[in-house]
Each structure stands twice: as structure tokens, then as C-alpha cells.
Nanobody, 125 residues
Framework: QLQLVESGGGLVQPGGSLRLSCAASRFTLGYYTIGWFRQAPGQEREGVSCLSSGDGSTYYADSVKGRFTISRDNAKSTVYLQMNNLKPEDTAVYYC??????????????????WGQGTQVTVSS
């Protein structure tokens, strides 16, 4: 099982930006499908974005489309989630997850076997 470590969360004002990182040790993340999920207090976990291992196709939930960008740096074995124009409703704990390679990714939690510990993102003025 992969060990994933998220970082980059924090407190930001509405309209601000954050970049989350998901790093893997001892494994090349480029081989895996990577997903970002989030969970706000009292709410179910929500799939935010994913990046396939093959052609690098991406998926974004409607709630973040146009504001979030997922990318990968294979040399650093790190996947990023650039979050712009953040809104209070983006407040949540964000998790990255890795799953087996697939032609196209989907943010179905059951398809991801390795999860990070999460990083808190708070959007508030």
C-alpha cells in the first residue's frame, strides 16, 4: 500500500488560492490513478478531481470546475491540486488517494486503495 502525504492546506480568505500537494515515498505516483476528495463536517466525502495514469485525462466535480486544477510532477512523485477563487463552501479536509491505473479516472472512493491523512482547508474572512 502506498504511503501518501498531503500538505498545503491552511486558512485563506474567499477568493484566495492554495496549492495542495500529495507526495508518495518509495513509489512513482505516475503509475497510479490519483484522486482528490474532501469532507466537510457533517457531510459525506465528495470526490473533487482525479488524474488518470495513462493519457493524463482529468475529471473535476461541477462544484470546482474552472477553479481547481490537478497536475502531476513525476520527477517529484507528487500530485498537486491548485485551488483558485476559493469559496467558503470549499472548507473541508482534503484527501488524496491512489488507485490502480485506468484509462479514465472517476472519483469513486472504492476504486482507490491508498489514502493520505488529509489536510485542512478553511476558507473564511
Amino acid at each position: 500500500q502506498l504511503q501518501l502525504v498531503e500538505s498545503g492546506g491552511g486558512l485563506v480568505q474567499p477568493g484566495g488560492s492554495l496549492r495542495l500537494s500529495c507526495a508518495a515515498s518509495r513509489f512513482t505516483l505516475g503509475y497510479y490513478t490519483i484522486g482528490w476528495f474532501r469532507q466537510a463536517p457533517g457531510q459525506e466525502r465528495e470526490g473533487v478531481s482525479c488524474l488518470s495514469s495513462g493519457d493524463g485525462s482529468t475529471y473535476y466535480a461541477d462544484s470546482v470546475k474552472g477553479r481547481f486544477t490537478i497536475s502531476r510532477d513525476n520527477a517529484k512523485s507528487t500530485v498537486y491540486l491548485q485551488m483558485n477563487n476559493l469559496k467558503p463552501e470549499d472548507t473541508a479536509v482534503y484527501y488524496c488517494a491512489a488507485g490502480p491505473p485506468r484509462p479514465r479516472c472517476t472519483v469513486v472512493a472504492g476504486r482507490f486503495g491508498s489514502w493520505g491523512q488529509g489536510t485542512q482547508v478553511t476558507v473564511s474572512s
